[in-house]
């Protein structure tokens, strides 16, 4: 085999330093984002949902970073090459949640500083900057939905050779057509009603699983470098197939609550629920460790 990948077009490695470098820079701006806002003398209730969407893009850009660095540290040698394109799907799906959730956190931070009684003139305006932040957070995450699927095509190429199974490339199209409808029916549903008790259960259940997601996939991703090269030559069938459903389908709950908790510009923004949970990304998280753990001790 040659030192860079001969089935794919594109060397995944070349390009880790510069995801590694765009994550690291967003993270660093989020976190003076979280310094600047902390600083201000606003009502508690207002800043809420804007930081706490900002700590959980922290988070996930931050662990981004990281992993596009160790990526970018591979040598792409025997079966290293698989390995890497692995490493490339569970990180980029963590940079697509990172993304959407500084996103949504821009749109709830506008909608912080309009959170007043507004006359009838300036209402007009409210709207028009509800809209437009609406379809640019819409916009990423269906952006971040296109360019993950892309890379599942080109990963499962990868894995499987030239012909890989034809129930794989149809669930990849059918996970983006999915998505996208599901995108398409919020927005239809945001226009006419929006439950404030809905909006902010979808906020905290976004937030928090955006987190979580963020350390599962730092866990799976230090659980494939626990494998040798040779293991990777060609890739296991089960392990591509786990790497892709922990990038997409797992991802998929994250996106879709971020892009509904989407809130009404001009006016009172709801208190999150105490306690949430997101039992399908916990039960993901305790089976990782466990495995990891059991591994280490044969």
């Known amino acids: 085999m040659d030192d860079l990948c001969p089935e794919s077009g594109w060397n ?21 984002s979280i310094v600047v806002m ?12 804007a930081i706490s969407l900002f700590v959980a893009a922290f988070a996930a850009l931050a662990l981004n ?3 596009f660095a ?38 709830w931070l506008l909608a912080a500083h ?22 640019v957070l819409h916009g990423v995450a269906v952006l971040a939905t296109v360019l993950l699927s892309t890379t599942s095509l080109d990963y499962l190429y990868v894995s499987f050779g030239t012909h890989p199974p034809a129930w794989l490339i149809a669930s990849v199209y059918a996970y983006l057509v999915v998505i996208l409808a ?20 979808q ?16 866990i799976a991703l230090g659980m494939l470098l626990a494998y040798a090269d040779v293991y990777w030559n060609p ?33 009172r923004t709801p208190a999150p629920p105490p306690e949430t949970t997101d039992r399908p990304l916990r039960w993901a998280a305790l089976v990782l460790i466990a495995w990891a753990v059991r591994r280490r001790l044969k």
């Not at 390009?15 to 967003?26: C, D, I, T």
């Not at 599901?182 to 259960?201: G, K, P, Q, S, Y």
């Open 182 to 201: 599901v995108i398409v029916l919020i927005r239809i549903r945001l226009r006419r009603t929006a439950a404030a008790t809905d909006l902010a259960r």
């Open 38 to 49: 902390l600083s201000q003398s606003w009502p508690k209730r207002r800043r809420i949902p």
């Open 70 to 107: 160790v990526i970018a540290g591979e040598t792409p040698k025997g079966g290293a090459c698989y390995r890497v394109w692995s490493e490339m799907m569970i990180a980029s799906g963590l940079l697509g949640v990172g993304a959407v959730a500084l996103t949504s956190g821009i749109v």
């Open 235 to 267: 890739t296991p069938a089960w392990l591509a197939i786990t790497v892709i459903l922990l990038a997409m389908p797992a991802s998929a709950p994250v996106l879709i609550r971020l892009v509904h908790a989407v809130p009404r510009f001009g006016v």
């Open 65 to 67: 970073s990281y992993l």
């Open 114 to 135: 309009l959170e007043q009684d507004t006359d009838g003139d300036v209402w007009d305006d409210t709207i028009g900057l509800e809209r437009l932040a609406r379809a």
């Open 12 to 32: 995944p490695i070349a390009l880790a330093p510069e995801l590694s470098q765009l994550a690291g820079v967003l993270a660093g701006f989020v976190f003076t």
């Open 203 to 218: 906020l905290s259940k976004g937030t928090f699983g955006a987190v979580r997601y963020a350390f599962v996939t730092a």
